[in-house]
């Protein structure tokens, strides 16, 4: 018996060679199935559901396929594009002003993105960035025209994915103007807090005109509509001046109001009685009964006796007075403070006393001051606030707390800083006539 032969070389009788047809079936069932794998997203094409399988599929094999790692940008604004793209995997963010503003619509997988610009002709309107790993395949919009749109099916699809869309886009432009119309109304609040809040305090830098013997100036800057800091300055008779300078931790609105809440308790106490200690614990105290969103507030609260230039005072966790004698450098006036005000009900504060001469100077601020900061987060300094103001000229009480804010502000170069700058300075002249 003849041995058989194998493979593509396996003849007829006659000699002839023979392809296998076995094998080759099996080959091209193969390469079938591996295209049918690789083409198997076309089911998941929204624009495509309709259409000849067998068509579309000879058509985007032939089209190029873009992988795009998270954060890439598959379009931009004003960028020329004549291409529809088809999301096979990944997601992709569609953002209207930059890379990081809000996410206005979702491409995902099945999805196409680009369909406007090969309509209109018109460059894109906006960001296509992949949050994930993402791949697309590209179809010129010479083949999409003459090859796809022709199917009135694809038509009908693209109007479908349109009309989605454009419903889509007017829920998010809907939304966009209520949180539009939201943050106009916010910003009408904040503008009416900002002219309550400015109103409560004394008007003008110059403080208790009425009392020649003492040139005091005030200055605030707030680094939001409205703030935490605050100062106050009065009297209730001839001869006694009560100035308190003080910061409300947090910031905004809660920080407004709880500083109108303090300012109001406080001016109140002051009034009752002429015991600084007490007028403190009683404060103190009415403060905490209230205070269910736990915060507090540093101060230094000070009465000055004109007679004969006594100074009364109480620190309430607030950073230390500075004192010039006779234009004399500045210096602490002590490092102790007592306990911020708002927190434990039944603190007892104790006041302090000094003595103010015909030329002495007093320097209040807050903590914004000393801690704003340059390029390298770098803080101004307490050292350098006592060597600016000691190395001052002049003794006038504007121009010193022009001064700070001018170095302040100079130090930090346009840097955002994250706290008001309260500065309150205090020149007292001479004593009045005792009775």
Not at 67 to 91: D, I, K, M, V, W
Not at 194 to 223: F, N, W, Y
Not at 335 to 349: F, N, R
Not at 429 to 435: F, K, L, M, N, P
């Given at each position: 018996?003849?041995?058989?032969?194998?493979?593509?070389?396996?003849?007829?009788?006659?000699?002839?060679?023979v392809?296998?047809?076995?094998?080759?079936?099996?080959?091209?069932?193969?390469?079938?199935n591996?295209?049918?794998?690789?083409?198997?997203?076309?089911?998941?094409?929204?624009?495509?559901?309709?259409?000849?399988?067998?068509?579309i599929e000879?058509?985007?094999?032939?089209?190029?396929?873009q992988?795009?790692e998270?954060?890439?940008?598959?379009?931009?604004?004003?960028?020329?594009?004549?291409?529809?793209?088809f999301?096979l995997?990944?997601?992709?963010?569609?953002?209207?002003?930059?890379?990081?503003s809000?996410v206005?619509?979702?491409?995902?997988?099945?999805?196409?993105v680009?369909?406007?610009?090969?309509?209109?002709?018109?460059?894109?309107s906006?960001?296509?960035?992949a949050?994930?790993?993402?791949?697309?395949?590209?179809?010129?919009?010479?083949?999409?025209?003459?090859?796809?749109a022709?199917?009135?099916?694809?038509?009908?699809?693209?109007?479908?994915?349109?009309?989605?869309?454009m419903?889509?886009?007017?829920a998010?432009?809907?939304r966009?103007?209520?949180h539009?119309?939201?943050?106009?109304?916010?910003?009408?609040?904040?503008?009416?807090?900002?002219?309550?809040?400015?109103?409560?305090?004394?008007?003008?830098?110059?403080?208790?005109?009425?009392?020649p013997?003492?040139?005091?100036?005030?200055?605030?800057d707030?680094?939001?509509?409205?703030?935490?800091?605050?100062?106050?300055?009065?009297?209730?008779?001839?001869?006694?001046?009560y100035?308190?300078?003080?910061?409300?931790?947090?910031?905004?609105?809660?920080?407004?109001?709880?500083?109108?809440?303090?300012?109001?308790?406080?001016?109140?106490?002051?009034?009752?009685?002429?015991?600084?200690a007490?007028?403190?614990?009683?404060?103190?105290?009415?403060?905490?009964?209230?205070?269910i969103?736990?915060?507090?507030?540093?101060?230094?609260?000070?009465?000055?006796?004109?007679?004969?230039?006594?100074?009364?005072y109480?620190?309430?966790?607030?950073?230390?007075?500075?004192?010039?004698?006779?234009?004399?450098?500045?210096?602490e006036?002590?490092?102790?403070?007592?306990?911020?005000?708002?927190?434990?009900d039944?603190?007892?504060?104790?006041?302090?006393?000094?003595?103010l001469?015909?030329?002495?100077?007093?320097?209040?601020?807050?903590?914004g001051?000393?801690?704003?900061r340059?390029?390298?987060?770098?803080?101004?300094?307490?050292?350098?606030?006592?060597?600016?103001?000691?190395?001052?000229e002049?003794?006038?009480?504007?121009?010193?707390?022009?001064?700070?804010?001018?170095?302040?502000?100079?130090?930090?170069?346009?840097i955002?800083?994250?706290?008001d700058?309260?500065?309150?300075?205090?020149?007292?002249?001479?004593h009045?006539?005792?009775?």
């Amino acid at each position: 018996m003849p041995h058989s032969k194998r493979g593509p070389e396996r003849r007829r009788g006659n000699g002839a060679a023979v392809t296998d047809t076995v094998g080759t079936n099996e080959h091209e069932e193969r390469r079938v199935n591996s295209d049918r794998r690789r083409t198997g997203y076309i089911s998941d094409l929204e624009l495509c559901r309709g259409l000849p399988y067998d068509q579309i599929e000879n058509i985007l094999e032939r089209c190029p396929v873009q992988t795009l790692e998270p954060g890439e940008a598959l379009l931009e604004p004003g960028q020329a594009n004549h291409h529809l793209y088809f999301l096979l995997s990944g997601r992709l963010d569609v953002r209207l002003k930059s890379n990081d503003s809000p996410v206005a619509d979702v491409i995902e997988a099945g999805d196409c993105v680009g369909e406007m610009s090969i309509i209109d002709g018109q460059p894109t309107s906006a960001y296509v960035v992949a949050t994930e790993l993402s791949t697309v395949i590209a179809v010129h919009e010479s083949v999409f025209w003459s090859k796809i749109a022709i199917n009135p099916k694809a038509v009908r699809n693209l109007t479908r994915v349109l009309v989605e869309r454009m419903r889509k886009r007017n829920a998010a432009t809907l939304r966009a103007l209520e949180h539009e119309m939201r943050l106009q109304q916010l910003e009408k609040e904040l503008l009416a807090a900002h002219e309550i809040q400015i109103g409560m305090l004394p008007q003008g830098s110059k403080l208790l005109t009425e009392m020649p013997s003492l040139d005091v100036h005030a200055r605030m800057d707030v680094v939001t509509s409205v703030g935490g800091d605050f100062y106050d300055a009065f009297s209730l008779d001839d001869s006694n001046a009560y100035i308190t300078v003080g910061d409300v931790s947090g910031k905004g609105m809660p920080a407004a109001l709880f500083m109108v809440r303090t300012l109001t308790l406080l001016r109140a106490e002051l009034a009752k009685s002429g015991d600084l200690a007490a007028c403190m614990v009683r404060f103190n105290k009415m403060l905490c009964d209230t205070n269910i969103s736990h915060m507090f507030v540093t101060l230094i609260v000070l009465r000055i006796d004109l007679t004969d230039g006594t100074v009364e005072y109480v620190n309430a966790g607030h950073p230390p007075m500075l004192l010039s004698r006779n234009n004399a450098p500045f210096v602490e006036v002590d490092e102790s403070a007592g306990l911020i005000a708002g927190v434990i009900d039944d603190h007892a504060y104790q006041s302090r006393a000094l003595h103010l001469d015909s030329g002495d100077r007093l320097l209040i601020y807050t903590d914004g001051v000393t801690e704003a900061r340059d390029h390298f987060k770098r803080f101004y300094s307490q050292d350098r606030l006592i060597d600016l103001v000691s190395q001052s000229e002049s003794s006038d009480a504007q121009q010193l707390v022009s001064t700070i804010f001018e170095d302040a502000h100079g130090y930090s170069a346009g840097i955002p800083q994250s706290d008001d700058i309260t500065v309150v300075a205090i020149g007292y002249r001479d004593h009045i006539s005792g009775t």
